[in-house]
């Protein structure tokens, strides 16, 4: 017997190693299934509880004394507001004490930077440079999982038309064929090489759906719509960001045509995970789950647990309901187990793609903690997409750029020795702020040269009634040869729950605005602000406005070469800005009326208000250089396609000023009759082209039947043979424009 136990041995060493590359070869799907037939339904529901971390809330906190004990038992899937490789791994730790040692998802807020802090994602969006946004969002993501986090809550791609609603920093703006495009961008920045590389974050596309629509732009309001306006134009980003591989959905608080999104079956199953295919998970927003109660939808948390639930909604951030409610619910046959499996099933697969199964710690490195902490490279990359943020709205005489020397400049206003107003809504506040984030009077002081003087006066604060700094002020201005004035609104004044009826530049500066003005010097204004604001008087004074958002970390800096003229300005509206409040909702793709006015001298039964023009203070797609470019007539390669055909437009575009420029190249399409009626214009393409002075590039559009298509009154996605109009131009309103037919 002896002879033959060295080839038992090998037999079993052989099996052993087949297993073993059995078990590696395993397919992620075939290891979940594994991971769900061991876990008990507590264990499964424990997966589809999210709990808020014990240091931070992006919401009303919820008490739970018990939540180290709850992860140590598998009954908490995922944490959110827990940051830094220390605590994240205090808590896997004890994840990894649990039955099945299922590792914790480590969510947060991580909305336009984390260590290094971005422009705004409106103010982004104003850039309409897709590998800018996508930088941006790859190297949030690289020093936020650097931290110890494994997913993102953005981007937020809802349509926003409203900018009362505070949330319009947040997004991309107002058009679905931009917002997409971004959308794609963010999510690409964000998931990197894929899941399994450290430096890779899940995305979440957020608020699904139609958040952006909310009634009278308060936040959390209803939503009434028509299906083909929601697939029209709030779904594209949503499918476009799904089609992009986004790890998963978030709900939005909304509720839409009477049913909150996140109950709402139609939205999450229907569309999201059969028609769309969509392979991800969905969570809840904060609470929202629960919030169904108010909505008047649910009767408690047992029944909102088993709406959300049953309606798709994977996982429940802080409210709750599933943590105490769905067990019962499966026992008595309110919620199916399958539903639970599907969950759940869809969690752990983020988790096994992730690689925490495999290393659970594998997010939690602090030598690479510490390298992304103060990364130089990440601050060049913000000031780059900082400046390709900002809007020159008006330049008149050429004020701008000014000159670098032998002058004297006054800098007025709340914002110019500003912090973190600079850095916006849902940005980190880190201890050295004061150090690294850049304000406008560090930035030309940096910048000014050894001949030129600087003043400076406050005026006045960014909110109250005191009018005491205007004297200080208007010394100042009268000392000077040009005036730069740095306003806006406070960084918490647009943001989530920050919806405003009064739009106008809060407290005293617009009067502060005036009083300078009345010296007669020439004004050069800036706006820093999460929204587009209403500001006719200081358009009206002011020689030159550079609307510079909320910048980031190195917004002096930005703001400084553009006023030097290091940089020329090349940003373009993602929204069109009101008149006043009256105006709105006021957008570029809008339907004509049975009565359109021609102009504002059209107003006689016509769809017009009788004491507000017809037009936005400034279109969709607006944005001045420094140069000056000039567009040629449009020339069609034929004058009709057909189904499989392509029609090739071309213009020509000139650089008639002394500076080099960059040009963002805008090409609209209208339907001039549809069996549903169409907007006047859309939105279907773009270029961007840099021209040295006196350079001329011809620019290509191609466009088919497929950029032609929507959606009729049965939702089908179809195009229609008929007459169009294509405008190319450098906004939604200044366009050359051309006919072409689509014929069977």
């Not at 960059?662 to 069996?675: A, F, H, M, N, P």
Request: glycine share 8%.
């Amino acid at each position: 017997m002896r002879k033959h136990i060295p080839i038992l041995t090998f037999v079993f060493i052989l099996l052993l190693q087949g297993f073993i590359c059995y078990a590696q070869k395993k397919t992620i799907d075939q290891k979940v299934d594994s991971v769900l037939k061991m876990m008990t339904l507590d264990e499964k529901i424990g997966q589809m509880n999210q709990y808020n971390g014990p240091w931070g809330a992006t919401g009303p906190l919820t008490n739970d004394n018990n939540l180290l004990s709850q992860i140590k038992e598998g009954k908490v899937g995922s944490m959110l507001n827990v940051t830094g490789v220390k605590r994240t791994r205090e808590l896997q730790e004890l994840a990894m004490q649990s039955r099945l040692k299922i590792p914790l998802l480590f969510g947060q807020d991580v909305i336009h930077g984390y260590r290094t802090i971005f422009p705004i994602p409106l103010a982004e969006a104003a850039s309409w440079d897709m590998e800018a946004i996508e930088r941006s969002a790859r190297i949030a993501a690289t020093e936020a999982s650097a931290a110890g986090i494994h997913w993102t809550f953005a981007p937020m791609v809802d349509i926003a038309r409203d900018p009362r609603w505070g949330r319009v920093m947040e997004g991309a703006g107002e058009d679905p064929y931009l917002g997409s495009m971004i959308a794609v961008a963010r999510v690409k920045g964000f998931q990197g090489k894929g899941f399994g590389h450290t430096d890779a974050v899940m995305a979440c596309a957020k608020h699904f759906a139609a958040y952006g629509a909310a009634v009278g732009g308060r936040d959390y309001n209803s939503v009434d719509m028509s299906l083909r306006q929601l697939h029209e134009v709030y779904l594209p980003p949503f499918k476009a960001a799904a089609a992009a591989g986004a790890a998963s959905f978030m709900n939005s608080f909304n509720d839409l045509n009477g049913i909150p999104a996140t109950g709402n079956s139609y939205l999450q199953r229907d569309i999201l995970k059969k028609e769309w295919g969509f392979k991800g998970f969905v969570v809840s927003d904060w609470g929202s789950v629960g919030e169904m109660i108010p909505h008047g939808y649910a009767k408690d948390n047992y029944e909102a647990a088993i709406l959300a639930a049953n309606a798709g909604s994977d996982m429940d951030m802080e409210s709750r309901s599933y943590i105490k409610n769905l067990a019962q619910a499966v026992k008595e046959g309110k919620v199916k187990i399958a539903v639970i499996d599907e969950a759940v099933r869809r969690l752990l697969k983020k988790k096994f793609e992730m690689g925490l199964f495999d290393d659970p710690y594998r997010f939690c490195n602090e030598e690479r903690e510490k390298q992304q902490w103060d990364n130089q490279a990440h601050l060049h990359a913000e000031l780059d997409i900082a400046k390709r943020s900002v809007v020159l709205l008006k330049n008149e005489q050429n004020v701008l750029p000014i000159k670098r020397s032998d002058q004297t400049i006054a800098l007025i206003g709340p914002f110019v020795k500003a912090k973190s107003d600079n850095l916006g809504f849902w940005s980190y506040d880190w201890p050295d702020d004061s150090l690294r984030v850049v304000s406008l009077w560090e930035g030309m002081q940096k910048k000014a040269s050894k001949g030129t003087k600087l003043l400076y006066a406050k005026g006045c604060n960014i909110i109250d009634t005191s009018s005491s700094g205007f004297e200080e002020a208007v010394e100042a201005a009268n000392k000077a040869d040009v005036v730069i004035m740095s306003i806006g609104e406070a960084r918490d004044m647009s943001g989530e729950a920050k919806s405003r009826s009064n739009i106008h530049l809060p407290g005293v500066q617009e009067e502060l605005v005036k009083a300078v003005a009345a010296t007669g010097k020439p004004i050069i204004v800036l706006i820093s602000a999460g929204r587009p604001l209403v500001f006719n008087t200081v358009a009206e004074k002011a020689k030159a406005i550079l609307y510079t958002w909320w910048l980031g970390t190195k917004a002096g800096d930005a703001m400084t070469d553009i006023l030097f003229g290091d940089y020329n300005p090349s940003g373009k509206l993602p929204m069109s800005f009101p008149i006043t409040e009256g105006q709105i909702p006021v957008y570029y793709n809008h339907f004509n009326t049975g009565r359109p006015a021609k102009d504002d001298n059209d107003r006689f039964y016509r769809s017009a208000y009788t004491d507000l023009s017809l037009y936005p203070a400034y279109p969709f797609g607006f944005g001045l250089s420094y140069t000056h470019f000039s567009y040629s007539g449009i020339t069609l390669n034929k004058e009709s396609i057909k189904p499989g055909e392509t029609l090739k437009a071309s213009i020509t575009v000139t650089n008639i000023g002394s500076m080099e420029g960059k040009e963002t190249v805008q090409l609209y399409i209208r339907d001039l009759v549809g069996s549903v009626v169409r907007p006047v214009k859309e939105l279907k393409g773009f270029q961007q082209v840099t021209l040295k002075p006196g350079e001329s590039k011809e620019i290509y559009f191609a466009i088919t039947a497929n950029d032609l298509r929507f959606y009729n009154d049965k939702l089908l996605y179809k195009y229609e043979p008929g007459d169009f109009k294509l405008f190319i131009g450098t906004n939604s309103r200044d366009v050359k424009e051309a006919d072409f037919k689509l014929i069977k």
